[in-house]
């Protein structure tokens, strides 16, 4: 890896720096107790998180590392879905995995459907039980709606339940409350893109509304020098939002959504090949609706619930002639099938569906300036209906019910102490508790360790647990049916014990910020796919079998950094190195293992620079580089560095505002691969364009 060395330079020196401000900045602090906590900080506009605890919390405060990703960062990078801003936290991997499918992981080994993220809009989850993953196209977010992404890096079932297995994802959209009037926004460019769409803000009475509708249309990748590539996007999408504010004390924020979206699929697997890219049909709906009570300056309530519901319909797989797929002349069928001659097999069709329905109650309890606590209880139900992937016409159901509680204790102005459990019940698993415990150490205002120790759990998704995917022949011809997919009965629930050690840092008067930490994390009985060579009762004998068969330790260290002198100038990096061992099962029997390094990328870094010049005029370039990796069921893809452009104009008409952008993606012109060997992404040239009255 020697064309990393550079990269390698540029982390070892980031790191440098890193402890010559911590040294500086101790040097120069007189850490009276006083400085800790003043009228200032109160009056200041200071970015409160709330995912890690579900408190509001100075970032100093919190259990884990946060990545805020706010409004500044996100135009300035010029990305055109969430999943592409992942890529400026530190220790995520954001790819393509078709043209129009993505994944976003942390720190393990990541795959077509990574499933150990909690991903949530508004504070609505959106993982999808049946494909164990985020179906991101579906979500319709509108990039010009994000108010900002919190991130938190690290294991998180203990605010939010076995599925923040790595960390919790949660993208914050602007509020109806804080905007009035309408905008049209229109795209086109790179493979024929197009997208169109439409936001109004209303007020009505004491009830805020915003409509959104979209629509987008784009080609995917390239087609390769030997095959059509057919990951093509179509999709359309309605939503609305309304909060209503009755009195002082209390919030109601319902929203409702709605996409339907064809989106190509497949190529999946080691060797993937373009011709098993196939059309997928998506119908994908949410309710969702949030009460909010402030009782008092020491304690408030919230009560939430949501359903998702997802259709999923491929295009039909032609099997063709049965002398093709037994490899026979077509002449004997009727000596090995009396009475037939050739015919076509019926065709392998995935026709799916899932819903989610989930209710969760929060207390919050502010008892005092040096403790704070909340409680809550939830219950979940899932249920998933496929015969391909169940080999059953009818539901697979599962419930689940947490119990949570985080405390929050400043015994010091220069300690705070967290300590959150999860409680977790599911049919399948039965009961486990997530801890985590965390000492923050203030050395001065500025300057912060955090220690971390963690434990969590995750129950397998209902996929994970219950597939059994078979073709079945006609029954008059007698043949044994094909299993190619098979859970293992006696699967039990996945593991994840965390250390860190973090420091979080401000100087110049909090125009540079630093992250830094230092993790070890110990994974066991991960779900994976292995392959089993002696399945009962198969045409073949084989089949993919689900089970755990993974165990790895991750370790590493990520530094983030985002240093903003004047209004005008944003500069924001990160670099992560990131260290995998372990190995896992393959074929079974006999036992075969594989080895895990390499399964992500090593070392990746991410710079972005923006400056507004005069007459409303912005520049900005967004850096990404990344090692080798070989993608756990993907290919063994080169290490490549990547730079995108953007150039924006913003301007006002009377009461009309508008921004026209030019973006240039890959503007360096060297094509790359993303996670398989047929995704060749080019250089890219899109105009955006958006008008608001």
């Known amino acids: 890896m020697a064309h990393f060395h550079a990269h390698r330079g540029y982390g070892g020196s980031l790191l440098v720096l890193s402890l010559l ?49 706010d409004r500044r960062m996100i135009e300035a990078s010029g990305a055109l879905t969430p999943v592409e801003l992942f890529r400026l936290v530190p220790g995520f991997q954001a790819y393509y995995v078709n043209g129009n499918r993505y994944g976003a992981n942390y720190h393990a080994g990541g795959d077509e459907y990574p499933r150990r993220m909690e991903v949530k809009v508004d504070g609505r989850p959106v993982y999808d039980p049946l494909l164990s993953a985020v179906e991101w196209r579906s979500l319709g977010i509108e990039m010009q709606d994000i108010e900002y992404i919190e991130v938190v890096r690290g294991p998180n079932q203990a605010a939010d339940g076995g599925n923040a297995f790595f960390g919790t994802i949660n993208i914050v ?82 929203q409702i959504g709605y996409s ?114 909340n409680w809550g209880v939830a219950a979940r139900y899932d249920r998933a209906s496929s015969e391909l992937l169940f080999d059953d016409k009818g539901w697979i159901a599962e419930q689940t019910f947490r119990l949570f509680t985080n405390f929050e204790g400043r015994p010091a102005r220069w300690l705070t102490l967290n300590l959150g459990l999860m409680g977790e019940h599911s049919k399948s698993t039965g009961n486990f508790v997530s801890p985590r415990f965390s000492t923050n150490f203030h050395i001065t205002p500025q300057n912060t360790i ?50 860190e050690i973090g420091y979080l840092g401000q100087f110049f008067d909090a125009g540079l910020s630093l992250d830094i930490k230092f993790f ?14 002696e399945v009962p009762g198969d045409i073949d004998g084989t089949a993919i079998l689900r089970s755990n068969s993974l165990n790895v330790t991750s370790r590493g260290y990520e530094v983030g950094l985002d240093y903003r002198p004047i209004s005008q100038l944003l500069i924001a990096g990160q670099f992560s190195h990131i260290k995998l061992d372990g190995e896992n099962l393959r074929y079974s029997p006999p036992a075969e293992y594989r080895d895990l390094q390499g399964k992500l990328p090593e070392y990746s870094m991410n710079l972005l620079v923006s400056y507004t010049f005069p007459w409303q005029i912005e520049l900005g370039a967004n850096y990404f580089k990344q090692d080798d990796v070989a993608w756990l069921n993907g290919d063994d893809i080169e290490g490549f560095e990547r730079l995108d452009l953007r150039l924006a104009k913003s301007f006002t008409v009377g009461n009309t505002s508008g921004l026209i952008e030019l973006l240039v993606q890959n503007a360096l012109g060297e094509d790359y691969l993303e996670y398989h060997d047929f995704n060749n992404f080019e250089r890219r040239t899109y105009l955006r364009f958006s008008l608001g009255w």
């Open 173 to 254: 959209t602007r509020s109806p409350v804080a905007n009035e009037g309408t905008s049209v926004r229109a795209m086109a460019g790179y493979a024929n893109t197009r997208r169109i769409s439409a936001v109004h803000n209303a007020t009505w009475g004491e009830v805020h509304n915003r409509f959104t509708a979209s629509y987008e249309k784009n080609d995917g990748f390239p087609d390769t020098p030997d095959e059509p590539l057919d990951d093509h996007l179509k999709i359309g999408h309605l939503d609305y939002r309304g909060v209503w504010t009755p009195n002082l004390k209390d919030v109601l924020d319902i």
């Open 450 to 499: 955090r220690l971390v120790a963690s434990r969590g759990y995750r129950a397998p998704s209902l996929l994970e647990s219950s597939q059994l995917q078979v073709y079945r022949a006609p029954e008059i011809l007698g043949l044994d049916p094909e299993i190619t997919v098979i859970s293992d009965p006696d699967m039990v629930k996945e593991s994840i014990t965390n250390y």
């Open 21 to 69: 401000l911590i040294a500086k900045s101790a040097s120069a602090q007189d850490a009276n107790p006083e400085d800790f906590l003043t009228e200032t900080d109160l009056l200041t506009d200071v970015m409160l998180v709330n995912s890690a605890t579900h408190l509001p919390q100075k970032a100093s405060d919190a259990p884990a590392a946060i990545t805020i990703i």
């Open 260 to 373: 339907d979206s064809e989106n190509g699929q497949g190529g999946d697997g080691h060797r993937g090949s373009p011709k098993d890219v196939k059309p997928r049909d998506f119908r994908y709906s949410y309710q969702s609706v949030s009460w909010q009570r402030d009782q008092s300056r020491l304690q408030n309530f919230e009560l939430v619930f949501y359903h998702n519901y997802i259709n999923i319909e491929d295009e039909a797989q032609q099997l063709g002639l049965v002398s093709e797929q037994l490899g026979i002349p077509p002449e004997l069928i009727p000596i090995v099938f009396p009475g037939f001659t050739d015919f076509e097999l019926p065709p392998i069709q995935l026709v799916a569906k899932s819903q989610r329905f989930d209710l969760e109650f929060r207390h919050i309890l502010d008892v005092s300036p040096m403790f704070r606590m």
């Open 520 to 533: 070890h994390e110990r994974l066991d009985n991960i779900i994976d796919e292995s392959r089993l060579d």
